[in-house]
Antibody, heavy 119, light 107 residues
Framework: EVQLLESGGGLVQPGGSLRLSCAASGFIFSNYAMSWVRQAPGKGLEWVSAISGSGSSTYYADSVEGRFTISRDNSKSTLYLQMNSLGAEDTAVYFC????????????WGQGILVTVSS | DIQMTQSPSSLSASEGDRVTITCRASQGISNFLAWYQQKPGKVPKLLIYASSTLQSGVPSRFSGSGSGTDFTLTISSLQPEDVATYYCQKYKSAPGTFGPGTKVDIK
């Protein structure tokens, strides 16, 4: 059974940093690209970033380019999102999502972790 | 970047009704269009990819069609468990932009 478990969320001050983790199990982690997708309170889904199975290719939404860094440790089956220079607009539930076949469709999602940026 | 729009933004229909949601891309995306269902308080679920291919386990009352810039998601007979927000998404190349969503509820 595929499981994705996010951690690392919480309250952070504007301008601060946070690192999210997503522990994966139930599939061969290194074989699949992964993404982060976020959802601001009461709003729709926003794709944030993607990384290839090997970690050699990464992609970002314009809204986070230069502030967020996606990475992965295939030996630990864990996905990361380093978030810097956070602003109120980054307040959201962050989901990690397994890519179906490195095409940015997502067949499994974590339960999500809330990040709140506020003073 | 390609923008995705959906209509209507919300709808209310009776159980058993046929429901259609439209998604439009600002540029042609061939058939690289997916649909997701997000029930209240739950995680999004992949329903359809490649415009019309049902993900494993999705009920056959859901169907998708379209190519290029115009796409539709149809629920042939609306059930109470279909109350959710439905999102389209363009994929294949970054960014994997989602539409704004269509909220479906039961009259």
């Amino acid at each position: 059974e595929v499981q994705l478990l996010e951690s690392g969320g919480g309250l952070v001050q504007p301008g601060g940093s946070l690192r999210l983790s997503c522990a994966a199990s139930g599939f061969i982690f290194s074989n699949y690209a992964m993404s982060w997708v976020r959802q601001a309170p009461g709003k729709g889904l926003e794709w944030v970033s993607a990384i290839s199975g090997s970690g050699s290719s990464t992609y970002y939404a314009d809204s986070v380019e230069g502030r967020f860094t996606i990475s992965r440790d295939n030996s630990k089956s864990t996905l990361y999102l380093q978030m810097n220079s956070l602003g109120a607009e980054d307040t959201a539930v962050y989901f990690c999502a397994k890519d179906r076949q490195w095409d940015l469709t997502f067949d499994f999602w974590g339960q999500g972790i809330l990040v709140t940026v506020s003073s | 970047d390609i923008q995705m729009t959906q209509s209507p933004s919300s709808l209310s229909a009776s159980e058993g009704d046929r429901v259609t949601i439209t998604c439009r891309a600002s540029q042609g995306i061939s058939n690289f269009l997916a649909w997701y269902q997000q029930k209240p308080g739950k995680v999004p679920k992949l329903l359809i990819y490649a415009s019309s291919t049902l993900q494993s386990g999705v009920p056959s009352r859901f169907s998708g069609s379209g190519s290029g810039t115009d796409f539709t998601l149809t629920i042939s007979s609306l059930q109470p468990e279909d109350v959710a927000t439905y999102y389209c998404q363009k994929y294949k190349s970054a960014p994997g932009t989602f539409g704004p969503g269509t909220k479906v509820d039961i009259k």
